[in-house]
C-alpha cells in the first residue's frame, strides 16, 4: 500500500528555518498537504495543493513539492509553532488517502 | 461555518461493532465538493485515514480496514456515520470526523470535528 515517509522529529531554535520532508512515490502526480496538529487538538490544515496557504496561517509556513518529495518550511520558527505536522497526500492509483507519519517540532 | 461534531459510545467490548456519528452543523452535506470522511489516532501515535463517503454514495476506505468498515451518510439528518466491525484493542483510538475537499486535483480535510475516544476492553 502506499506510504508517505517523514522523519520523526525536526529540532531548531526560535528564529531558525525548520524543514521538514515527506517523501512519496506518487507525489509527483498528487498533491500534498500538511497539517499541524497541537497537543490535544484537530489537526489543522497550514499548506494545501502542495504550495498554498490557507486564510489565517502566518507567511513564515510555505510548502513546496520537488518530484517526490514535499517539504514544509517554517522561515523564522516561534516557540508557538511547536507541535506535531503531517504530510497527507492521496495514492494516484486507488484515490485512498494517506498521511505520514508525523514529524514532531521542536522549537527551544 | 461548517462545524462537525462526533458522538457515540467511548467503550466497545472486543469482537462488536463500533459504531460512530458526525453531525454538521452550519452548512449542507449533500454539496457534491465534499466527502465526509473518518480518521483516528491511537494514543500517542499518528493520524491514520479510514474512508470517506461523497453524498452521492462513492466510498473509498483504507486498505488496510477495508474488510470491516462501512461509512454511511443520512443526508436527511446532516450526519454521516461509522461502523467498525470486529473491534479489538488495536482499535482504540481518537476518532475524528472531518469534511473532505474535493475539487479538481485538490483532496483534503478542511473542516475537522474535536474527535471522540473510544477504546475496545472487556
Known amino acids: 500500500s502506499y506510504e508517505l515517509t517523514q522523519p520523526p522529529s525536526v529540532s531548531v531554535s526560535p528564529g531558525q528555518t525548520a524543514r521538514i520532508t515527506c517523501s512519496g512515490d506518487?507525489?509527483?502526480?498528487?498533491?500534498a498537504y500538511w497539517y499541524q496538529q497541537k497537543s490535544g487538538q484537530a489537526p489543522v490544515v497550514v499548506i494545501y495543493?502542495?504550495?498554498k496557504r490557507p486564510p489565517g496561517i502566518p507567511e513564515r509556513f510555505s510548502g513546496s513539492n520537488s518530484r517526490t518529495v514535499a517539504t514544509l518550511t517554517i522561515s523564522g520558527a516561534q516557540v508557538e509553532d511547536e507541535a506535531d505536522y503531517y504530510c497527507?497526500?492521496?495514492?494516484?492509483?486507488?484515490?485512498?488517502?494517506?498521511f505520514g507519519g508525523g514529524t514532531k517540532l521542536t522549537v527551544l | 461555518q461548517v462545524q462537525l461534531q462526533e458522538s457515540g459510545p467511548g467503550l466497545v467490548k472486543p469482537l462488536q461493532t463500533l459504531s460512530l456519528t458526525c453531525t454538521v452543523s452550519?452548512?449542507?452535506?449533500?454539496?457534491?465538493?465534499?466527502?465526509w470522511s473518518w480518521i483516528r489516532q491511537p494514543a500517542g501515535k499518528g493520524l491514520e485515514w479510514i474512508g470517506r463517503?461523497?453524498?452521492?454514495?462513492?466510498?473509498n476506505y483504507n486498505p488496510s480496514l477495508k474488510s470491516r468498515v462501512t461509512i454511511s451518510i443520512d443526508a436527511s439528518m446532516k450526519q454521516f456515520s461509522l461502523r467498525l466491525r470486529s473491534v479489538t484493542a488495536a482499535d482504540s483510538a481518537l476518532y475524528y470526523c472531518?469534511?473532505?475537499?474535493?475539487?479538481?486535483?485538490?483532496?483534503?480535510?478542511?473542516?475537522w470535528g474535536k474527535g471522540t475516544s473510544v477504546t475496545v476492553s472487556s
Open positions: 497527507y497526500s492521496t495514492d494516484s492509483i486507488t484515490n485512498h488517502g494517506v
Open positions: 463517503m461523497s453524498a452521492s454514495g462513492t466510498t
Open positions: 495543493d502542495d504550495t
Open positions: 472531518a469534511r473532505e475537499f474535493q475539487y479538481g486535483q485538490s483532496c483534503y480535510m478542511d473542516v
Open positions: 506518487a507525489l509527483p502526480r498528487k498533491y
Open positions: 452550519g452548512g449542507s452535506i449533500s454539496s457534491d465538493s465534499y466527502y
